[in-house]
């Protein structure tokens, strides 16, 4: 049943796209002929004087570019719901008028096809409520309207519509119809189109009298005439038969000055003529009259014939002449059959033996130098090789749809560069965000350990502070320092140049732990960070992984961050065992944290066996670990922190290998501990990041 309704949804909207494209189309040729119909209703409801000829002008392209777009736009399914609403609308009026031109009768053709089709007006009735149906089907589900063009392309056909129609009203308005529907198209010998063929039907008429008797009146025909003592009132003639009418029946040309009827002579000449046809003198255009008057002088010279044919006062014409300087010859003919001949005012036709063989708007007129030679040797002076009107017609096709094909096929290498540019951006975006997760806190951080005393603690962070603050690092900078220098090198420290932290702290919160340092008592130096998890802590002091996550728990539980170490022996990297034993260290001691926790965690791995040994892990060992470790982190954390951890190699690290340790994607810094103690190694390690 869908299926069906489909079916009869599209059925309906091709036949009013058709109908409306073509209505539409045959009207914007012929912008004159539609705003010659518009005053006709006007006149019809004597409106006519009172409206402006611009008005009912621009009315007359409006209306033609309505419906042909309405057309398009349904042909297109385009902008849907909008589109069948408006033409249900549109329908809905235009109905309305044709039942009043049934009923009133105040036009004989609807002009809904300008001249390319005539309907009666009973037959523009029966056409317009099958098209209110057709639109009431397809504005009930304007959904069901296949689509023919993809939505991003219909601005294209849309603006594209509406430019063309009223392109081609503009165009032909300058010129002429691009198709000539009128009995006067060229190729038309207008003495042949005026003859009734012998033995065509003839028109028969009745003619009813109404008679009066001794005060009865009664109504007879000719063929009842009754005898004299009736008295004659009225008598009515209607058409009872329609005979053959010619295609020309009301072309009759009489002299201005004479008032003598010399149609029959100027279709009967043997040469050329020249009609210079203006239906109005006084609303005729006198821009081009130079031309006109060259044109005249040239058909005198060539002995062609040249009259003016007007439907004007003997005023208007003087005040034509006045003000062009015609000398050409006027003759008075019926107004509406001048504006049949040419839309154009004045515009001009050649005829030749009674035959159009040219037809020129006052805006084309044939130049001085095309008139070069008498008419039988130029190519004016000779029936143009029409083409076929199938012909004409792909080729207005074509001029509608082959633009219309080229604009979206641009429309869609515009949309694919579009495309292929937004994947580019996103690529780079990615590239930056890529390299933004390389932007994850570069950081070097010492590890003093137990070498230096107070004194010579603070002088070094001094020294390390100065030099730091007066060339700024690329990365993060933290010195980890024993516990009794916290407080006097936080003093020292510019924090937003050097970090602070601690080496170690308590697994406890506070109380009796002789000999301890808390996190709290840590942090409350003035330290942001505390290093957890060292080798030499687990070794010596056999700090187990339940010890380290205590610590851990407690630090970040104070506001510090921590630089939580790992990393096998020698026995176990020989044993291949590094990531087996790494990954039970940071299982052991922060894998439990909480995604938020996890932020303020730094990893650094510390290979035991490159601690101290001047054996450093070679790059490639260094980042294949840390790489191991980011992948460990993104399983538990996902990628995005994987990619936001900072993960530091620690082991034998100075100034000589730090740039080719720093260059690897994995590895974000160090964790130094000998070079740490003098401040130009130590800045040695730091300044491997501006390379
Ligand atoms: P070295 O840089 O002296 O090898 O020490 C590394 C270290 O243990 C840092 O914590």
Same mark, same amino acid.
């Given at each position: 049943?869908?299926?069906?309704?489909?079916?009869?949804?599209?059925?309906?909207?091709?036949?009013?796209?058709?109908?409306?494209?073509?209505?539409?189309?045959?009207?914007?040729?012929?912008?004159?002929? @539609?705003?010659?119909?518009?005053?006709?209703?006007?006149?019809?409801?004597?409106?006519?004087? =009172?409206?402006?000829?611009?008005?009912?002008?621009?009315?007359?392209?409006?209306?033609?570019?309505?419906?042909?777009?309405?057309?398009?736009?349904?042909?297109?399914?385009?902008?849907?719901?909008?589109?069948?609403?408006?033409?249900?609308?549109?329908?809905?009026?235009?109905?309305?008028?044709?039942?009043?031109?049934?009923?009133?009768?105040?036009? #004989?053709?609807?002009?809904?096809?300008?001249?390319?089709? &005539?309907? @009666?007006?009973?037959?523009?009735?029966?056409?317009?409520?099958?098209?209110?149906?057709?639109?009431?089907?397809?504005?009930?589900?304007?959904?069901?309207?296949?689509?023919?063009?993809?939505?991003?392309?219909?601005?294209?056909?849309?603006?594209?519509?509406?430019?063309?129609?009223?392109? &081609?009203?503009?165009?032909?308005?300058?010129?002429?119809?691009?198709?000539?529907?009128?009995?006067?198209?060229?190729?038309?010998?207008?003495?042949?189109? =005026?003859?009734?063929?012998?033995?065509?039907?003839?028109?028969?008429?009745? &003619?009813?009298?109404?008679?009066?008797?001794?005060?009865?009146?009664?109504?007879?025909?000719? %063929?009842?005439?009754?005898?004299?003592?009736?008295?004659?009132?009225?008598?009515?003639?209607?058409?009872?038969?329609?005979?053959?009418?010619?295609?020309?029946?009301?072309?009759?040309?009489?002299?201005?000055?004479?008032?003598?009827?010399?149609?029959?002579?100027?279709?009967?000449?043997?040469?050329?003529?020249?009609?210079?046809?203006?239906?109005?003198?006084?609303?005729? %255009?006198?821009?081009?009259?130079?031309?006109?008057?060259?044109?005249?002088?040239?058909?005198?010279?060539?002995?062609?014939?040249?009259?003016?044919?007007?439907?004007?006062?003997?005023?208007?014409?003087?005040?034509?002449?006045?003000?062009?300087?015609?000398?050409?010859?006027?003759?008075?003919?019926?107004?509406?059959?001048?504006?049949?001949?040419?839309?154009?005012?004045?515009?001009?036709?050649?005829?030749?033996?009674?035959?159009?063989?040219?037809? $020129?708007?006052?805006?084309?007129?044939?130049?001085?130098?095309?008139?070069?030679?008498?008419?039988?040797?130029?190519?004016?002076?000779?029936?143009?090789?029409?083409?076929?009107?199938?012909?004409?017609?792909?080729?207005?096709?074509?001029?509608?749809?082959?633009?219309?094909?080229?604009?979206?096929?641009?429309?869609?290498? $515009?949309?694919?560069?579009?495309?292929?540019?937004?994947?580019?951006?996103?690529?780079?975006?990615?590239?930056?965000?890529?390299?933004?997760? #390389?932007?994850?806190?570069?950081?070097?951080?010492?590890?003093? #350990?137990?070498?230096?005393?107070?004194?010579?603690?603070?002088?070094?962070?001094?020294?390390?502070?100065?030099?730091?603050?007066?060339?700024?690092?690329?990365?993060?900078?933290?010195?980890?320092?024993?516990?009794?220098?916290?407080?006097?090198?936080?003093?020292?420290?510019?924090?937003?140049?050097?970090?602070?932290?601690?080496?170690?702290?308590?697994?406890?919160?506070?109380?009796?732990?002789?000999?301890?340092?808390?996190?709290?008592?840590?942090?409350?130096?003035?330290?942001?960070?505390?290093?957890?998890?060292?080798?030499?802590?687990?070794?010596?002091?056999?700090? &187990?992984?339940?010890?380290?996550?205590?610590?851990?728990?407690?630090?970040?539980?104070?506001?510090?961050?921590?630089?939580?170490?790992?990393?096998?022996?020698?026995?176990?990297?020989?044993?291949?065992?590094?990531?087996?034993?790494?990954?039970?260290?940071?299982?052991?001691?922060?894998?439990?944290?909480?995604?938020?926790?996890?932020?303020?965690?730094?990893?650094?791995?510390?290979?035991?066996?490159?601690?101290?040994?001047?054996?450093?892990?070679?790059?490639?060992?260094?980042?294949? =670990?840390?790489?191991?470790?980011?992948?460990?982190?993104?399983?538990?954390?996902?990628?995005?922190?994987?990619?936001?951890?900072?993960?530091?190699?620690?082991?034998?690290?100075?100034?000589?290998?730090?740039?080719?340790?720093?260059?690897?994607?994995?590895?974000?810094?160090?964790?130094?501990?000998?070079?740490?103690?003098?401040?130009?190694?130590?800045?040695?390690?730091?300044?491997? $990041?501006?390379?």
């Amino acid at each position: 049943m869908s299926k069906l309704r489909v079916v009869i949804a599209n059925v309906c909207r091709l036949l009013l796209a058709l109908t409306f494209i073509l209505s539409g189309y045959v009207k914007a040729i012929d912008p004159l002929g @539609t705003q010659y119909k518009i005053t006709d209703y006007l006149a019809a409801i004597d409106l006519a004087a =009172m409206v402006p000829q611009w008005t009912t002008l621009s009315a007359a392209v409006a209306l033609a570019a309505i419906e042909f777009a309405l057309g398009v736009f349904l042909l297109f399914a385009i902008k849907r719901q909008f589109t069948s609403r408006l033409t249900l609308a549109f329908m809905a009026v235009m109905t309305l008028i044709t039942v009043w031109i049934y009923i009133a009768d105040p036009v #004989k053709d609807c002009g809904c096809f300008g001249d390319a089709f &005539t309907l @009666t007006n009973g037959e523009t009735l029966l056409k317009n409520i099958l098209l209110v149906l057709c639109a009431a089907v397809v504005a009930w589900r304007p959904s069901d309207m296949v689509r023919l063009i993809s939505s991003s392309n219909q601005w294209l056909v849309m603006n594209y519509a509406v430019v063309y129609i009223i392109g &081609t009203s503009l165009w032909c308005l300058y010129t002429l119809p691009t198709f000539d529907f009128r009995p006067y198209h060229i190729g038309v010998n207008i003495k042949q189109d =005026m003859t009734v063929p012998e033995g065509a039907p003839q028109t028969e008429y009745e &003619t009813t009298f109404i008679m009066k008797k001794n005060g009865v009146t009664k109504e007879f025909t000719a %063929d009842n005439y009754p005898d004299s003592t009736w008295q004659f009132v009225d008598a009515r003639t209607v058409v009872t038969k329609q005979g053959y009418e010619p295609p020309i029946h009301d072309f009759i040309i009489d002299s201005a000055t004479t008032g003598e009827d010399i149609t029959d002579s100027i279709l009967s000449r043997p040469g050329y003529t020249f009609l210079l046809v203006a239906p109005s003198l006084a609303r005729a %255009d006198d821009s081009n009259f130079g031309d006109i008057d060259q044109i005249y002088e040239y058909a005198q010279e060539h002995g062609a014939a040249f009259y003016c044919l007007t439907a004007s006062t003997d005023k208007n014409i003087a005040r034509w002449r006045d003000i062009t300087g015609a000398e050409y010859p006027f003759c008075l003919s019926d107004e509406t059959t001048l504006k049949t001949i040419i839309r154009s005012n004045p515009g001009l036709l050649l005829l030749k033996k009674g035959t159009i063989i040219g037809k $020129w708007s006052h805006n084309l007129l044939p130049q001085t130098d095309e008139l070069n030679a008498p008419l039988h040797q130029l190519s004016i002076g000779q029936m143009p090789q029409q083409s076929s009107t199938s012909s004409r017609i792909l080729k207005v096709m074509l001029t509608f749809l082959l633009p219309l094909f080229l604009l979206s096929l641009a429309d869609r290498l $515009w949309a694919w560069s579009k495309w292929v540019r937004s994947k580019q951006k996103e690529n780079n975006i990615f590239q930056i965000f890529k390299s933004k997760k #390389k932007m994850r806190k570069k950081i070097v951080a010492g590890n003093w #350990k137990m070498n230096l005393n107070l004194q010579d603690g603070v002088a070094l962070a001094k020294e390390i502070n100065e030099a730091l603050v007066a060339e700024k690092p690329n990365c993060d900078v933290v010195i980890c320092t024993p516990f009794i220098h916290l407080a006097s090198v936080a003093q020292v420290l510019d924090s937003t140049v050097v970090g602070l932290g601690a080496e170690n702290c308590a697994d406890k919160e506070k109380g009796a732990y002789t000999g301890e340092v808390s996190a709290e008592m840590v942090k409350s130096t003035g330290a942001q960070y505390v290093i957890l998890g060292h080798s030499e802590r687990r070794q010596y002091y056999g700090e &187990t992984a339940e010890i380290l996550k205590e610590k851990v728990d407690l630090a970040l539980a104070h506001g510090l961050k921590v630089i939580f170490c790992c990393g096998e022996t020698l026995e176990e990297r020989e044993a291949e065992k590094q990531n087996e034993v790494v990954k039970a260290e940071l299982a052991g001691s922060v894998f439990h944290l909480d995604a938020e926790a996890w932020k303020n965690i730094i990893i650094a791995y510390e290979p035991i066996w490159a601690i101290g040994t001047g054996k450093t892990a070679t790059s490639d060992q260094a980042e294949e =670990m840390l790489a191991y470790i980011r992948s460990i982190v993104a399983e538990k954390y996902g990628q995005e922190a994987a990619e936001d951890t900072s993960i530091l190699y620690g082991g034998s690290c100075k100034a000589s290998n730090a740039p080719e340790l720093f260059s690897k994607p994995n590895i974000d810094g160090g964790l130094i501990g000998g070079a740490s103690l003098k401040c130009a190694d130590f800045k040695g390690i730091i300044d491997a $990041w501006k390379k």
